[in-house]
């Protein structure tokens, strides 16, 4: 049984780290936040704990994301966190050392890939691999990534949106941009600032795009009242918000997300444009969920468009995959000893 428990497979994002076990799924799927008391830098929470303190805390404690566009931005708290996630999905197995797979952006630099292998030995791992972010949710979405066919994967995410073309198992044209979840966490925040005078939170901009986000205008509109604070007065006020204008708020980010996958498009060899005409372009990553984003890629790129099943969990899905067949995917992995 022992055995068993010794490989981990963690999908790193910026906004929520999923860890899966293979046999039996993903079986943590907590923020990448993590609370320091600024004094000692303490750590005293992570994940769901220190999530509920992000922007509710005292000066002297400070709850942030040390993940940045998908890489890491502070070393020894990302080290934690990975230590925190590992012991909490071992469980009492934790004795064991586990070999970690883990998912980085398509434009990683080596420095930034280093650093993550680094991060997973210390915190614990015998052996450390990571793997392009677009293979991993390519394998998760259940594309079969050896063929030598073309397939294109956009992954939308917190931090970076990845689009790769991939075929006979590795990546033959991709692009990262820095624009995803959080960008357009942080458009709908600027639009209702100056739209309404109304100062909110992250946490309620990402609130509004999950309850009444679209991509495209909608006939009927959903509606939101949200609360936060008057720049005018200083004082609590609740504004009402529609669909509609937060398709107008985001447009900007979603333009930039369909200019990469353009982009990446444009660069494909034309066999595998061929390839990528009939099967389509597949959508993985939380953000892909957005409410008739698929249908709007496909109006501006001209190819038909679906989302993958469960696009939160591709990724998370293929490291499990693909730690299961570590020789037939040795291929795709950068190893550390």
Known sequence: MKLFYKKLGIDLGTVNTLVFLPGKGVVLNEPSVVAVLLENNKILAVGNEAKVMIGRTPEAIMAYRPMKDGVIADYKVTEAMLSYYMKKALGRFSFVKPEVLISVPAGVTSTERRAVIEAAIKAGAKNAFVVKEPIL??????????????????????????????????????????????????????YIKKTFNLAIGDKTAEEIKIKIGSALPVDEEFSMVIKGRDLVSGLPRSVEIKTNEIVKAISRELREIIKAIKDVLQET???????????????????????????????????????????????????GIALEHLDSYKRVMVAKR
């Open 269 to 319: 060899p034309p066999e595998l444009a061929a390839d990528i005409i009939d099967y389509g372009i597949i959508m993985t990553g939380g953000t892909s969920a957005l409410r008739n984003l698929p249908e709007l890629v496909f109006r501006r790129v001209g190819v038909k468009t679906r989302l993958a099943e469960k696009p939160l969990y591709c990724v998370a899905k293929g490291t």
């Open 137 to 190: 949710a390519a394998i998760g979405a259940g594309i079969p990534i050896y063929e030598a066919k073309g397939y294109i994967v956009v992954d939308i995410g917190g931090g970076t949106t990845d689009a790769a073309v991939i075929s006979l198992g590795g990546i033959v044209s991709s692009t990262s941009v820095k624009c995803a979840g959080n960008k357009i966490d942080e458009s709908i925040a600027d």
